[in-house]
């Protein structure tokens, strides 16, 4: 196992590329089972979760390569309708495969998602939406085994914005007889470039980007090629990273469109940042300002980069809250940034973080993927020696983040570790 050993104190300086969005990956790559052919997705990041999910394709007859940041898939040959529990046990987004199954084969049988390092995540409206699209499920030895030879249009209503039902949901109503209405629907923008990407490939939707979709099935798709959308997360991270080491970075291949919100929070800090078209500078010069945060669904604060908005505040003059709407008790961060000195308390699913204390390096341990960004974070401004071990968590989500941050001035690097 890996682990990042960063020494503190360095500005971050310069310009960085943010990559292609894991999270828009894990929502077109299923998609490439509705239609057999050939796609070539372009700004692919080379990350575990993408090559978790080819694996998962590829499984099933699909074959795959990453070649530089291009993903050829091929998935004329596909012939498989299940996705069993080795896959999707190391990574759930390995769920979203049942729609687009279902409206391939007429059905599916897809291991349910096991825990996470937070939770519960479940999975009712994935299940419902799909019942009302005519699907038959049933759940037999930790599996949804489901019949849909006949996916007929519906209504659906999400009782909770959902990214990743909305999109099972949708994947399998652009192939089900007759027109669907989906409402509170996800706005993420991978939901929405997952509805854009369907529509390219034939689907008939309207709506895309409100919370109302109206799908006309269709019987059939075609295979295109299509851009992933940059990440979001990855950026709003560097952003973080940006303002609290007091620095000054340019972000390019990003959209700001897709972070309104965190740049808003992150002017109220102090942090000067200067928008166009598909960069976004970040200069910090001032003492930071506690600003509280609440995560919400698009297009509030994403819940993902609440773990790295918490280690920012450990910097701020002052005391802020950090709330998490979305998954209550997401602060496994929480007890490793303590290490450092952190004065942070939790309680349900609200932080209270002191900042303006100086944290000391520690060894720190990551738990998953955002915690481990929020603990390079906090080890880039800590003083002395900060170790992140079980980064494995963090190659999830983040390409070559050390490379980067080091390009950026950072002093960090990747040492092998005893197992631990
Ligand atoms: C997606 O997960 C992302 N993953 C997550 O990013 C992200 O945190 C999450 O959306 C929220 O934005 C991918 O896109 C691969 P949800 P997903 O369904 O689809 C409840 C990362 O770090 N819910 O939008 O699993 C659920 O409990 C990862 O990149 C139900 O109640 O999230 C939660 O409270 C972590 N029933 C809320 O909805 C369901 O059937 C949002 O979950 C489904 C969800």
Not at 52 to 73: I, T
Not at 357 to 381: E, N, P
Request: aromatic fraction near 6%; proline fraction near 4%; charged fraction near 20%.
């Amino acid at each position: 196992m890996d682990k990042l050993v960063i020494e503190g104190g360095t500005r971050l300086k310069g310009r960085v590329k943010v990559s292609g969005a894991k999270n828009g990956c894990l929502a077109i790559m299923p998609a490439c089972l509705l239609a057999p052919g050939v796609y070539n997705l372009s700004n692919t990041p080379n990350l575990t979760d993408v090559w978790s999910m080819s694996r998962l394709l590829n499984a099933m007859g699909a074959h795959s390569e990453l070649n530089g940041d291009n993903l050829f898939l091929d998935t004329r040959d596909v012939n498989s309708w299940e996705a069993p529990y080795e896959f999707v046990k190391t990574m759930r987004a390995s769920f979203y495969v049942l729609g687009p199954l279902l409206a391939r084969f007429g059905k599916a049988k897809v291991s349910l998602p096991g825990g996470c390092a937070w939770g519960p995540r479940p999975v009712d409206l994935h299940i419902k939406g799909l019942q009302k699209l005519g699907a038959e499920i049933e759940i037999e030895n930790g599996y949804i085994v489901a019949d849909a030879t006949n996916l007929t249009g519906g209504r659906f209503n999400f009782d909770i914005s959902s990214v990743g039902a909305t999109g099972n949901v949708l994947m399998a109503a652009v192939k089900a007889k007759g027109s669907t209405l989906l409402t509170n629907a996800a706005i993420e923008p991978e939901i929405t470039a997952l509805a854009r990407f369907l529509v390219k490939m034939g689907a008939k939707i309207d709506g895309i980007g409100t919370t109302q979709l109206e799908i006309e099935g269709v019987d059939e798709l075609k295979a295109v090629d299509e851009e992933i959308v940059p990440d979001r997360i990855e950026a709003a991270t560097f952003m973080i990273a940006a303002a609290m080491t007091k620095g000054d970075v340019e972000l390019t291949n990003v959209n700001p469109y897709h972070l309104a919100a965190v740049i808003g929070r992150m002017e109220e800090t102090g942090a000067e940042i200067d928008v166009n078209a598909n960069t976004i500078r970040v200069t910090m010069n001032e003492d930071i300002q506690p600003v509280d945060s609440t995560t919400s669904v698009c297009p509030g604060i994403p819940t993902d980069v609440q773990a790295q908005w918490t280690a920012y505040m450990l910097f701020a003059k002052g005391t802020s809250k950090v709330i998490d709407n979305i998954y209550t008790d997401r602060f496994k961060h929480v007890p490793e940034l303590q290490r450092l000195g952190a004065d942070i308390s939790v309680s349900d699913n609200t932080a209270i973080v002191k900042g303006g204390k100086s944290l000391s390096g520690a060894q720190v341990m990551s738990s998953d993927l955002r915690a481990s960004a929020s603990l390079i974070l906090a080890g880039l401004v800590a003083e002395g020696r900060t170790e992140v071990l079980r980064v494995y968590h963090l190659d999830r989500g983040y390409e070559n983040i050390e490379q980067k941050l080091s390009a950026l001035g950072a002093n960090i690097k990747r040492e092998k570790a005893n197992l631990v």
